[in-house]
């Protein structure tokens, strides 16, 4: 039997294929379709089908990673929405927390509402904060809500009501009344998608997710019926933001939940990866087509978030913890008003892409300017499938970059890549050395199409000894697919300060939920033994307005002291101190239920071979003004042997990615295929 991974990016889409019985991998790269991203996922999955002659039925897991909730809240394309809530609370999205998107520009404005003012209706009914009914819900005044959204045309409504997150029966009653007057809309309630206190960021969150919904159930549709025309009957999984997969069925009910689906494959990739590697501390460093992502891994565990901003949206659900800039391949050199020179957030994307690519771009990009100093093949790409017009790459920097700033065209594509490095490294300091961890004692993991040719220089500049290159890291997202185990998260408020008998309600609590898990664990038809938990809770020292999240082991009644120093650590590392004496309160409690997926080791690679046969070609390579043009020589990744030791001036090329090895720099071939890249002199 075969697996697939796929992930959807801005400009290819990428598929690893792996043979279950001798965890043989095979990798794939399409172009994107952003007007119908299914329809590259049905190109690549049949030539996969056809390259391989695998019969469909052979096929026994498809898992994918999608940015269409994504792009749908980034570029303001979710559905006419509305929504219900509270008496008085009807303002609340558009209020937010008072705080203006940029102290200075007053140019920077707020995001507007996903739901317009006339589109807000107040309903009489409360609840107080500890679950209890003051005011009855009304369920006339749903109807006539419900009867003014339908006859505005409103596709998706959300019903969001004050502390329902103690108590849900207001906002289930509700839902049953506007399913009823809109049979066809898509309605979410807050309760069920974030039972959190905070009713702003709660709030926002069930918008964006009924916003998004009736897009992504017809991309879902489409998604499926396309796999099922190729005749794949197993249905498709698909990884959300905390890096475990999720049912259609489960996708259906929250699409906010996918806002960071590929990049989280990568960095669960990345930490199963460089934990055979032997490396536990990470910063997983991926840069495509249009973005850069990056996030640490931390002994051996991804870190997670429970709220970030998507699009200036709040979003607050558990994730893997990723900080996402506008830096990739495509991304436009441009001029600013003084005349400097910067480089995105703007990409060229998929479509028309740099103007190497000979598909209409005319705007310099970070991939022309690689081409342009044959850092990146001159000639072609993907392995001879992606044909390369140099001229072009090398006469769209000239005009654009050398020529206004009056200098050579290698000083202009050197300064493009350095401006871009520069960016990426202030990325990666805003996940670890500004939250107190010490980069000398991580490595960098480096993947995505362009990762490999910007990490050596990035991991110079931020002070990090090793670089990573897994195999075909222009695909390590899909590969990623295959890594991961299905996983969901519940939720539960618990405002108290942690004491004997607060602390045996968070156990209590934590029983309910895992009795909760076992069930969303049993419809997902995992096996008992296959299905395992893992605990946070948000606390914060008593004053505080925001909170650190603790990992706790085993959530026992004897277990509070415990609790209290791993907090008191936490929070010294997230903020620089703690603080002896002082109370503490949990805010949140919970717990990510896993269901085991079973998954192929890591296959380790031959040893026989040496680095002279592996050379497949010798080309002048731009080293910077110092080191000036050198002839180096060009390896195929493929033919390294394992225990293979290279020296720069280096290039290793496959068929995603290419790395490059600068004089005085080094790397070695480990057992399963890895590039271990010592930097070097750190700057």
Known sequence: MYRIGIDVGGTFTDFTLLREEDGQVSYHKV???????????????????????????????????TTVATNLI????????????TKGFRDVIEIGRQVRPHLFDYGVVKAPPLAVREHRHEIGERVDAH??????????????????????GVKSVAVCFLHSYRNPAHEQAARRVVERVLPDAYVSISSDVLPEFREYE?????????????RMETYLEGFLTRVKNLG????????????????????????????????????????????????????????????????????????????????????????IDIHVIGAGGGSIAWMDDAGALKVGPQSAGADPGPAAYSR??????????????????????????LKVDEAAARAVIDQKVAGPL??????????????ANANMSRAIRSVSTERGYDLSRFALFAYGGAGPLHAIDVAMECGIPQVIVPQEPGTLCARGMLLTDISFDFVRSEISEVTADSWLRVCNLFAEMETEARAWLERERVAPAAQSFRCHIDARYQGQNFEVMVPVTGIQAHGMVEFLKDFAAAHQREYGYDVPGRAVEVVNCRLQAVGDVAKAPLREIASTGSVAAAVVAHRNVYFGIQLGWLDTPVH?????????????????EEMSSTVLLAPGQSANVDRVGNLIINVGRIK
């Open 74 to 85: 980034i570029e303001r394309r979710g559905a006419v929405t509305g929504l219900i809530t």
């Open 202 to 214: 709660r709030w926002s969150t069930t918008l964006l997710n009924a916003a998004v919904g009736p």
């Open 360 to 385: 209409g771009g005319s705007k310099p990009t970070i991939t022309d300017a690689q081409i342009s100093l044959h850092r990146l093949n001159p000639v072609s790409l993907l392995d001879g499938r």
């Open 636 to 652: 195929a990744r493929g033919k390294l042997p394992a225990g293979a030791a290279l020296a720069g001036p280096a290039l290793v």
């Open 131 to 152: 679950g209890a009914v003051i005011a009855a819900l009304d369920e006339r005044e749903v109807e006539t809500a419900a009867k003014k959204l339908k006859s505005a």
């Open 232 to 319: 794949i009957t197993v249905e498709p999984f698909t990884i959300h933001s905390n890096g475990g997969l999720m049912s259609v069925r489960a996708v259906r009910a929250y699409p906010v939940r996918t806002c960071l689906s590929g990049p989280a494959a990568g960095v669960v990739g990345a930490a199963e990866i460089g934990r055979v590697a032997g490396f536990e501390n990470l910063v997983t460093f991926d840069v495509g087509g249009t973005s850069t992502d990056v996030s640490l891994v931390y002994r051996g565990k991804p870190l997670f978030s429970s709220s970030r901003l998507v699009a200036d949206y709040p979003v607050k659900t558990p994730m």
């Open 406 to 419: 009056g200098i050579t065209l290698e000083q202009a594509a050197e300064g493009v890549i350095r401006i």
């Open 31 to 65: 172009a994107s379709t952003p007007r119908d991203p299914s329809q590259a996922i049905e190109q690549g999955i049949a030539d996969l089908l056809k390259i391989h002659s695998i019969a469909p039925n052979e096929v026994g897991h498809v898992g994918h990673g």
